[in-house]
């Protein structure tokens, strides 16, 4: 399918800041109208609905009590963090700036990288150990079954447990292209408006040039109160990545694509920042993404899973939101 046409706006000019607000429907990068329709099809012939969570599901995935025993202060402790990740940091806050994230947007849209199933994805993704992450050293593989685990073991949907599986996939990106890790992995936040202090290692940012713009610089920068998040331009990496393909590819409901897309948005999504930007919607994927986040944090400190003993049962609900095509065993994605 041919990615759509939109013109993108000149990087180096110096109204950048109106090019995107008159552009960003482009920039969002909305699925590809023969996209669109395959989904359409799909959902249609299965029965499963996109859109929004029901109550059901939405009351499910708000009373988890996952976390209750686990030792909070043990996580996330980025001032005692190794060198490793402080350096990791310090690189990506210097180099995600509006200009280059106008770059990897129109990137992404320009190719195919490759073709595999979910599964060969996960396995290939085995090999990358993600410097940003001062909580765990285990493989890739074993953070995505356990945090699918976490959420099955709780009974919530399959939606949810698959959200758990994949939600790291986009980090795929590290080996198709990418510039190092800092623009695959690590914590997301806006860029265009001003680094705010929610963002771990603020001090950091005083190498961005983006800090001394006139427009990036101030509060709102680019944007404006209540734009919605799906108007904001959150810095490249495997979230934003993988939200795309799964919006295209997967018949997964808004909730998980919220999860997938937003859950590096520690900023947003744990500190408390950026309420500002916040529309509606945004209140209500807020609450999904909250409710996915402890899986994704606290299952770190789980016992290993045994992949082989699981597959079969994720294969299942793989196929279930990205069902395969005829001929095919399981639907062979476009990353
Ligand atoms: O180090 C981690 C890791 O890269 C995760 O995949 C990401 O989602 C987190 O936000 C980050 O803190
Ligand atoms: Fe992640
Ligand atoms: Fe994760």
Redesign the pocket.
Known sequence: MAPAAVAMPPVEAPNVAEEFVDHRDGLALEATSDAVDEVNVLKAAMRVKNGTASQEEVDLYEQSQFDADKDKTQF?QYEDACDRVKNFYREQHEKQTVAYNLKARNDFKSKTRAEMTIWQAMEKLNTLI?E???DTSLSQIEHLLQSAEAIRRDGKPKWFQLTGLIH?LG?LLFFYGAQGQWDV????FPVGCAFEDSIIYPGTFAGNPDSKDPVYSTKHGIYSEGCGLDNVMLSWG??EYLYHLCKEQSTLPDEALAMIRY??F?PWHSAGGYRWMMNEKDHEMLKAVKAFNPY?LYSKSDGIPEVKELKSYYIELINTYFPPREGESERVIKW
């Open positions: 996330r993600d940003s992450d001062p790291d980090k992995v690590g914590d997301t495997h979230d859950h590096s520690y994704d």
